[in-house]
């Protein structure tokens, strides 16, 4: 149990680059945080730096309002689950477990008492005398999740732990997790660039872009509010679409149509103008104000839904590709295009220069 | 017939086959006469106790040598292995040994260490140990077990580094974070994690001290002083080439085989199963 400060927390290493930059966030006792971004935006960094793996180049790293920065992974009292796992090959898994209690000095019953509960906890009683390698992945997952519980650390550390299972696994592992995290009540800081994995696991997530912190704030706040392009794209799935347009007070020009906002906004200029893939609908005639033509190139059906890939036309006339998830089956086979209706109220603005969300008045 | 199998007849079941053949004979110094004389040759050397006194130099010298030549080549490894900026430096200069020829390997040593006029040997005498490995028989097998040690040293450290770094890194990570100061992770994760490399080097050196160190204690002390550095093999080649006793020879070397044989057997038989994860 333990709260987690980042202050300012920036990682250039010595070819200059710079993994991270002036990174701040207040973690509180028991929280699930994601950090979310595509590969090699230094999320890993950051999670390395948390375990002591890294050296924090500048900023404060805080657990329990106790300075840690220049301590040794071993005196943080953390736990990180890596993502090839990491258990010890030549260790059964019960001495994978009691590796950790050893070296810090646990009696023999104590150790013993502590990775039956755990081994209990994560069904892994018929396993403990097994070596790794006689383990299936779903397995080895949850002894390396085992390794991490049984010494009821301070804070967990995840380091993409579902990237190498399938994707049936992934999901009941996901589940698994948040409701072990949910229970022991562990702080816990958890990496991944799956967007699935972040929106449903995380109380808050980190959203990071070239070492930078985009946007902090918990899911639904950042897929209904995302405050630049890069995070409305990154999350949702699939990802929003972009439109070039221009706002003029509340008249927003896309293309070749004029639309009137329902809200109003401080801002006048280049706009792009963020939909979302599932907040288009097939145009209904009362209550449309705005309706997009969409040349439909491929349907992919998922069952309950069907995505539409297609292009609609832009501004100067060039085409704009676009994405539309439309409620059941798509048996449209004429060649005309697809009307598409939409709620204005879903509309995301960004400053076409600036790149950030504008704002309501 | 397929082309390796003929390879392996004519340069290794032939030889052997003479060496077998040959064991059971006993020819005149001059060569002129040759007699059959069944097991006569091998009764010979199992009751000479000149014979079990070299078996018992070459264990001592095999163990040396092996114990040496890991023990320094891990050690070197491990401290490699940690090497960020110039690392192919030191691994090229590490590998050098392994060009230098078995005999000018000895040479070099014997240069070092001769009491005369050996800079190693002068160093020792200003720190009031006196050495002289024409004289003293301990003295003169230590220096041919750190010759042949430092000769094998190049290709042990190249196994070693190699098994070092196909250590996941995240494994020293995660026995960090579990609590393991750098002592403790060597001795529990990576040594354990070396155990395959390790063996099979063993087997190796094992291998190399009993049969490949010829050159190297022919060039240093011819087995001397006394029968101080006599090994096995050593004590093939003076029975055979200078004693002209060809067919007690034979009958060492076919021991000699028989007796690798032997011990490779039980190496992997009851070794190598433990090192395995």
């Known amino acids: 149990m333990a709260t987690l400060t980042l202050d300012a927390i920036s990682k250039k290493y010595p070819n200059g680059h710079e993994a991270i930059k002036h990174l701040s966030i207040d973690i509180a006792d028991g929280e699930f945080i994601v950090i979310v971004g595509p590969s090699g935006c230094g999320k890993s960094s950051l999670l390395r730096m948390l375990a002591g793996l890294e050296t924090v180049s500048s900023g404060e790293l805080l657990i329990d309002g106790n300075r840690v920065n220049e301590k040794e992974p071993a005196q943080r009292d953390i736990a990180m689950v890596f993502q090839n796992y990491a258990l010890y090959p030549h260790m059964t898994v019960y001495d994978n477990m009691a590796y950790g209690l050893k070296n810090r000095g646990f009696g023999k019953q104590e150790i013993a008492q502590r990775v039956e509960r755990t081994a209990s906890v994560l069904q892994l009683d018929h396993l403990l005398t097994r070596k790794p390698r006689q383990l299936s992945g779903g397995q080895r997952q949850r002894v390396a999740m085992g390794r991490a519980i049984v010494r009821d650390p301070k804070v967990f550390l995840f380091d993409e732990p579902l990237s190498n299972l399938d994707a049936k696994l992934r999901v009941q592992m996901r589940i698994e997790i948040k409701r072990l995290q949910r229970e022991l009540g562990t702080t816990a800081v958890y990496v991944t660039h799956d967007q699935i994995e972040a929106m449903t696991m995380a109380d808050r997530l980190i959203v990071i872009n070239n070492g930078a912190a985009e946007q902090i704030g918990t899911p639904m706040d950042i897929y209904d509010s995302p405050q630049t392009p890069f995070v409305a794209s990154f999350i949702g799935s699939p990802s929003m679409n972009f439109l070039d347009g221009e706002l003029i007070g509340d008249q927003l020009r896309l293309g070749s149509e004029s639309i009137t906002l329902p809200k109003k906004h401080e801002f006048e200029g280049a706009v792009k103008v963020g939909i979302r893939p599932e907040h288009l609908h097939r145009f209904d005639h009362d209550q449309e104000r705005f309706s997009l033509n969409l040349n439909v190139q491929l349907a992919e059906p998922l069952g309950a839904d069907t995505l539409l890939h297609g292009v609609v036309p832009g501004a100067n006339g060039a085409d704009v590709e676009l994405t539309a998830r439309l409620r059941g089956e798509y048996r449209d086979v004429s060649d005309e295009p697809l009307r598409l209706g939409l709620d204005l109220n879903d509309l995301h603005l960004f400053d076409s220069k600036t790149d950030q969300r504008l704002a309501t008045c | ?277």
């Open chain 2, 1 to 277: 017939m397929a082309p390796q199998l003929l390879v392996t007849l004519v340069f290794f079941i032939w030889p052997a086959g003479q060496a077998v053949w040959q064991s059971f004979l006993v020819e005149d110094a001059f060569g002129l006469s040759t007699e059959f004389v069944w097991f006569e040759n091998y009764a010979q050397i199992f009751t000479d106790s000149r014979y079990y006194h070299t078996l018992w130099t070459t264990i001592i010298f095999s163990a040396g040598v092996t114990l040496m030549s890991m023990g320094v080549s891990l050690l070197l490894a491990v401290m490699a292995d940690q090497v960020v900026r110039g690392a192919q430096v030191y691994k090229t200069l590490l590998i050098w040994p392994y060009a230098v020829a078995p005999a000018v390997a000895g040479v070099l040593w014997l240069f070092m260490f001769h009491p005369t006029v050996g800079v190693l040997a002068y160093m020792l005498d200003t720190i009031g140990i006196e050495w002289n490995h024409f004289l003293d028989g301990d003295q003169a097998l230590l220096l041919v077990i750190i010759a042949a040690a430092w000769k094998q040293i190049s290709y042990n450290f190249l196994f070693f580094l190699a098994g070092l770094q196909a250590i996941p890194q995240s494994l020293h990570e995660a026995a960090a974070i579990d609590g393991a100061g750098p002592g403790r992770r060597f001795f529990t994760i990576t040594f354990p994690l070396l155990s395959p490399t390790t063996f099979f080097l063993l087997v190796v050196n094992v291998v190399y001290a009993f049969f490949d160190t010829f050159g190297i204690i022919h060039a240093v002390t011819k087995g001397g002083p006394g029968d101080s550095t006599r090994t096995l093999v050593y004590n093939v080649f003076d029975d055979g080439f200078v004693g002209l006793d060809l067919g007690g020879s034979a009958a060492q070397s076919v021991v000699l085989m028989v007796l690798v044989g032997l011990m490779t057997v039980v190496q992997f038989r009851f070794v190598e199963r433990k090192v395995q994860y």
